[in-house]
Structures are given as C-alpha cells and as structure tokens.
C-alpha cells in the first residue's frame, strides 16, 4: 500500500501545457521502484480512462488520445511520478488521478490495468 498525492492541476489555454507532480509516500513494504505508476482521469460524465502508464523496467504505455502530447517520467530520489502535459485541448479537460500497482501483482503494466492505490485527484480545465 502507498499513498499518493497530486499537484500541479490548473486551468490553461487550448495549446497550452501543464506538468502534474505526485508524491508517493508511507510504503507498507516495497519502496517506489517497485510499482507500476500511473495517471488516470475522468472527464465529466465519462468514465474513468487510463492515460499514461509507467513500469519498474521503464517501459511506457500511453492512450491513443493523448500520444504525442503528454509523457510520463519519475523521479526515484524524490518518489514522484509527473505527467508533462502538452498541446493541451478543451477534451482533456478531467480530473486527474495519479495511481499504482506493484509491478510484480500484475501480468502488464499499462493503461488497462487495475491499480490498488489511488490519488484525491487534480482538475485540470483547458478552454478553447
């Protein structure tokens, strides 16, 4: 188990770019390397999506609507996990949420996995 907390949510412009931090913190017994970090989000009156997703062996995943324009990095030293968002557009408006899994509990690491801890959330708003 693990905790995590957002940052970096905001409003911007069509064609602007924002970066979400999170802090992953109060480990039960495996430390940050050790998990499958993700960023999910949550448009209103939609589903929940996966959005970017980021392994123990540095492999990515990505959704379609967002390739090209977001990334996903961590920072090991400092046990937070980012998304750099670009090129943003009024349909990623969402809440963002920032989850993990340890890496060893699931089959793959990817935007369709479950993940056992989540985030509050960050609102991220873009206006056209």
């Known amino acids: 188990q693990v905790q995590l907390v957002e940052s970096g949510g905001g409003s911007v412009q069509a064609g602007g770019s924002l970066r979400l931090s999170c802090v992953a913190s109060?480990?039960?017994?495996?430390?940050?390397?050790?998990?499958?970090l993700g960023w999910f989000r949550q448009a209103p009156g939609k589903e929940r999506e996966g959005v970017a997703t980021?392994?123990?062996?540095?492999?990515?995943s990505y959704a379609d609507s967002v390739k090209g324009r977001f990334a996903i990095s961590k920072d090991n030293a400092k046990d937070t996990v980012y998304l750099q968002m670009n090129s943003l557009k009024p349909e990623d408006t969402a809440v963002y949420y920032c989850?993990?899994?340890?890496?060893?509990?699931?089959?793959?690491?990817?935007?369709?996995?479950?993940?056992?801890?989540w985030g509050k959330g960050a609102l991220v708003i873009v206006s056209s």
């Open positions: 109060r480990f039960s017994t495996y430390g940050f390397e050790h998990w499958c």
């Open positions: 980021l392994d123990t062996d540095g492999s990515l």
């Open positions: 989850a993990a899994v340890l890496s060893r509990a699931v089959a793959r690491c990817d935007v369709d996995v479950g993940m056992h801890d």
